[in-house]
């Protein structure tokens, strides 16, 4: 649902007068599309004698004007739409991210691990469907594999890894933070192999709720619900450099809190 008196506050209340009135907007809206005649704002559904009444205000307030019997809208009232449509898809985004984040565990006594997330930055937030039901892990697993320099964090068992350990590029960089258990976990079922082209190291770190991926290219978030579970159908993805960015700050402040010096997998 939107909340008009947020635009209205952004844009000022001139727009106040649009956003009142269902059929001046849809006037307004279909205008931005394209030029119309008369009788085509009629096929949009809008009523003769309603269109009449407020084509005429809105030509009086500087709205729109008719150039050979079409209807265009000023370039200054384009503007101003062009900037409601992004402040709604801005301001459903944030709505959208909010309910999100208010269903999964972002914060811990030692690490806020959400709380500081750039609200202004494009983001995606990724669902396995029936079509799809890995979309998650393979996002996750793609990431794996890029090439550069990737930061990666998982507190849950990767089910690909010994893929991930295969399919990395040998000029790549791949710095891996998990748990003792889980670095237990993947030794005792041989998960690394013995390449040693392979730069891939890894860290024990205390438990942290949350999974990362960063590369130059894209971010990863993965949460835990609120119930302490985890989240294996949902992720936050984004390609904002800013978010980026805010992922490899993220990263480095889990690295820190430990101790343990990083290890080459082919020395496990």
Do not use: W
């Amino acid at each position: 649902m939107i909340n008009t008196n947020i635009y209205e506050e952004v844009m000022g209340n001139e727009l106040t007068y649009l956003l009142r009135s269902k059929i001046r907007f849809k006037i307004i809206i279909n205008l931005y599309k394209k030029s119309l005649t008369l009788k085509e704002l009629e096929n949009c559904g809008l009523s003769y004698g309603s269109l009449l009444s407020n084509i005429k205000n809105l030509e009086n307030k500087g709205y729109i004007i008719s150039v050979d019997d079409k209807y265009h809208l000023t370039n200054s009232i384009k503007i101003k739409i062009e900037n409601i449509l992004y402040l709604i898809q801005a301001g459903d985004n944030i709505y959208n991210f909010d309910d999100y984040l208010n269903n999964h565990f972002i914060k811990s006594d030692k690490l806020s691990i959400l709380s500081q997330i750039p609200l202004d930055t494009k983001y995606e937030i990724i669902t396995n469907t029936p079509l799809n039901p890995y979309k998650v892990v393979n996002n996750f697993s793609k990431n794996m594999v890029e090439d550069g320099k990737i930061k990666c964090i998982f507190t849950h068992i990767h089910p690909e890894f010994q893929k991930v350990n295969t399919e990395l590029k040998t000029s790549s960089e791949l710095k891996i933070l998990v748990s003792k258990e889980i670095q237990e976990y993947l030794i005792s079922k041989q998960e690394f192999n013995s390449d040693n082209d392979k730069n891939i190291k890894i860290k024990t770190i205390n438990p942290v709720k949350l999974s990362l991926t960063v590369t130059d290219k894209e971010v990863m978030f993965v949460l835990y619900n609120k119930d302490g579970t985890y989240d294996t159908n949902s992720a936050i993805i984004s390609t904002d450099h800013k978010l980026i960015l805010y992922g490899n700050r993220l990263f480095d402040e889990i690295e820190k809190t430990s101790v343990e010096d990083y290890i080459q997998i082919y020395n496990l």
